[in-house]
T-cell receptor, first 112, second 115 residues
Framework: AQSVTQLGSHVSVSEGALVLLRCNYSSSVPPYLFWYVQYPNQGLQLLLKYTTGATLVKGINGFEAEFKKSETSFHLTKPSAHMSDAAEYFC??????????FGTGTRLLVSP | DTEVTQTPKHLVMGMTNKKSLKCEQHMGHRAMYWYKQKAKKPPELMFVYSYEKLSINESVPSRFSPECPNSSLLNLHLHALQPEDSALYLCASSERPGGEMGEQYFGPGTRLTVT
């Protein structure tokens, strides 16, 4: 069975600092992996996805993530945080089936 | 265009009311989903429609009744809801149900309050 673990329910950074949000997956088959962002009272927006091929995936708003099979990780990074990045971030895993398995989410707080 | 629209944006209903939520996409996607999201929690899958047929029902109570009239439209009919059903209801669609083209695009949600 698939599962997704996001370490840290809250991450605080200063504006301009590196953002690192952690995601580990557990899957018996190669997974498809996604990062979504949710701003207050809005739906989820797809930031980036990994299916096959290049393990470093670039997404929108300057975010990227690296698929590391040996570590079963798919951490999300951004070199320099902006105030507008403050939101809830969800890592999700899917396989050939129809269900997405979501992590519990990480709230990113950005201080001036 | 990766837009999924949902109406209404907000809905307040009593426990004896009947109401419907509507979701629409014009991206030619063949899978559509309903999720329920409580505050500070990830979305919970409720239903999946694949090629206009219900393919997954996550043991959702019968007071929630989904309908997929055509490939672009998804409804969620609500009847005799409980206060604990108050939540953000999210619709999503994907080009295909799962696999490499299975990334889901979400609508903005309907904030439902049951009084």
């Amino acid at each position: 069975a698939q599962s997704v673990t996001q370490l840290g329910s809250h991450v605080s950074v200063s504006e301009g600092a590196l953002v690192l949000l952690r995601c580990n997956y557990s899957s018996s088959v190669p997974p498809y992996l996604f990062w979504y962002v949710q701003y207050p009272n809005q739906g989820l927006q797809l930031l980036l996805k990994y299916t096959t091929g290049a393990t470093l995936v670039k997404g929108i708003n300057g975010f990227e993530a690296e698929f590391k099979k040996s570590e079963t990780s798919f951490h999300l990074t951004k070199p320099s945080a902006h105030m507008s990045d403050a939101a809830e971030y969800f890592c999700a895993s899917g396989t050939g089936f129809q269900k997405l398995v979501f992590g519990t989410g990480t709230r990113l707080l950005v201080s001036p | 265009d990766t837009e999924v629209t949902q109406t209404p944006k907000h809905l307040v209903m009593g426990m004896t009311n009947k109401k419907s939520l509507k979701c629409e996409q014009h991206m030619g996607h063949r899978a559509m989903y309903w999720y329920k999201q409580k505050a500070k929690k990830p979305p919970e899958l409720m239903f999946v429609y694949s090629y206009e047929k219900l393919s997954i029902n996550e043991s959702v109570p019968s007071r929630f009744s989904p309908e997929c009239p055509n490939s672009s439209l998804l409804n969620l009919h609500l009847h005799a809801l409980q206060p604990e059903d108050s939540a953000l209801y999210l619709c999503a669609s994907s080009e295909r149900p799962g696999g490499e083209m299975g990334e889901q695009y979400f609508g903005p949600g309907t904030r439902l309050t049951v009084t």
